[in-house]
């Protein structure tokens, strides 16, 4: 099993930048990959950014050059760095870890103002 458990999402205005966590506990080495999504009440979750145990990274087009995401190894946590933000931004932020099985944290809520 691996547990999840997002922080750091908050209400920010247009142009900020916030700083998600995701703190990983568990069967760490079960997880080959991990992920941010975000969902709204009218979208489906969706991709946000990925991070493969070998460090290979990928973005959706709609966050890149604004969105970074890293993990430390050593503190077992993965980031999203969010800069530039814009109202569609507003979202919950969830993070993923894949392996054996998936994984999900329970969100946290990110509201950008315009």
């Known amino acids: 099993q691996v547990q999840l458990v997002e922080s750091g999402g908050g209400l920010v205005q247009a142009g900020g930048s916030l700083r998600l966590s995701c703190a990983v506990s568990?069967?760490?080495?079960?997880?080959?990959?991990f992920g941010w999504y975000r969902q709204t009440p009218e979208k489906q979750r969706e991709l946000v950014a990925t991070?493969?145990?070998?460090?290979?990274?990928s973005y959706a087009d709609a966050v890149k050059g604004r969105f970074a995401i890293s993990r430390d190894i050593a503190k077992n946590t993965v980031y999203l760095q969010m800069n530039s933000l814009k109202p569609e931004d507003t979202a919950v932020y969830y993070c993923?870890?894949?392996?054996?099985?998936?994984?999900w944290g329970q969100g946290t809520q990110v509201t950008v103002s315009s």
């Open positions: 993923k870890g894949a392996g054996y099985a998936d994984y």
């Open positions: 568990g069967s760490i080495f079960s997880v080959n990959v």
């Open positions: 991070i493969t145990s070998r460090g290979i990274i």
